[in-house]
């Protein structure tokens, strides 16, 4: 009996001590290196364009998306180890991908657009309908949305890469293909020093 108990006692420790994230808030539709690469090179390069006329209001964002959920309340579900609640969640385990934090409370979570409305607007999306706007700043379908805490959203801004990157070593491959792809998606431009940076970035991918 004594034995059994060492054992029992020694797989809750080893369990206790080698707990990871599970979820790594790792959005869906994340290309291969050699699709982003093929992404990247077909990619527009272009000055990037003015600020004149933007502001947030031209991209709805957090629409409805059924069940009483918005779009927010949506990732935070998908992106979360573990929560509570149902739109709204009250609480929950969240791995930010970007700095490495993990945090136990929504109202610690921002849900930043990879390619931020703003960098999309100085791209191309200054001609889009109101339609269109609002489906990007919406899109559950592509690598555009992900839960990270709110200081490290806060930190990136509007940037592009060439002037923010994760702070996380780590998260750099996987940024470079989900900015790629959002901007292949959606028929954005980039601008030289962007591209750049994003090279840089993919180079760092395995797979």
Sequence with gaps: ??????????????????????????PPDTPSKS??????NSLTVSPEGSLD?????????????GNGCDTRQVVLKRDADSYSG?????????????DGVT????SD???????????????GANTWTTEKRQAFAN?????????????VNRSKGDQDPSTWQPPRAGAHCAYAKWWIHTKYRWGLTLQSSEKTALQSMLNTCSY
Excluded: N
């Design 53 to 65: 006329g933007y502001s947030r209001e031209k991209f709805p964002h957090w629409i409805d998306q």
């Design 35 to 40: 699709t982003a690469q093929s992404e990247l």
């Design 109 to 123: 979570i921002d849900i930043d657009h990879i390619v931020p409305l703003a960098e999309a607007w100085r791209s």
């Design 103 to 106: 945090v136990s409370s929504p």
């Design 1 to 26: 009996m004594r034995s059994i108990l060492s054992v029992i006692v020694a797989l809750v420790l080893s369990l206790s001590v080698f707990e990871t994230p599970t979820a790594w808030a790792l």
């Design 139 to 151: 899109d559950l379908d592509g690598p555009q949305l992900i839960a990270v805490t709110s200081s």
């Design 86 to 98: 149902d739109c709204p969640v009250t609480s929950g385990k969240w791995y930010s991908y970007y």
